[in-house]
């Protein structure tokens, strides 16, 4: 069984940057898509970025392209998220995801991202 855990976040002034890390554990990654996901209080969780197996695809969510980078170490089973230019409405908490071809999809317990002067 996979387990995923997060960690990067923090408080950060607007225009700065984070790298958010998420860490696979009890499986290899390489045989799952990953997904970071963010959800602000009162706000649907919303896919911000995904990476293919094999790391050939990436996407983004339209208010992060440019910004956020998403990228993958299977060497290591990690998974990264570059956040630059950080804006106040980036303040979420960010969720790593795994989805493999087939199976149930597994979650990360999150990690607080705080954009704030």
């Known amino acids: 069984q996979l387990q995923l855990v997060e960690s990067g976040g923090g408080l950060v002034q607007p225009g700065g940057s984070l790298r958010l890390s998420c860490l696979a554990s009890?499986?290899?990654?390489?045989?799952?898509?990953i997904g970071w996901f963010r959800q602000a209080p009162g706000k649907e969780r919303e896919k911000v970025a995904s990476?293919?197996?094999?790391?050939?695809?990436?996407s983004y969510v339209d208010s992060v392209k440019g910004r956020f980078t998403i990228s993958r170490e299977d060497d290591k089973n990690m998974v990264y998220l570059q956040m630059n230019d950080l804006k106040p409405e980036d303040s979420a908490v960010y969720y790593c995801?795994?989805?493999?071809?087939?199976?149930?999809?597994?979650w990360g317990r999150g990690t607080q991202v705080t954009v704030s002067s």
């Open positions: 995801h795994a989805q493999a071809v087939r199976g149930n999809p597994y």
């Open positions: 990476i293919s197996i094999g790391g050939q695809s990436t």
């Open positions: 009890g499986s290899t990654s390489e045989y799952y898509t």
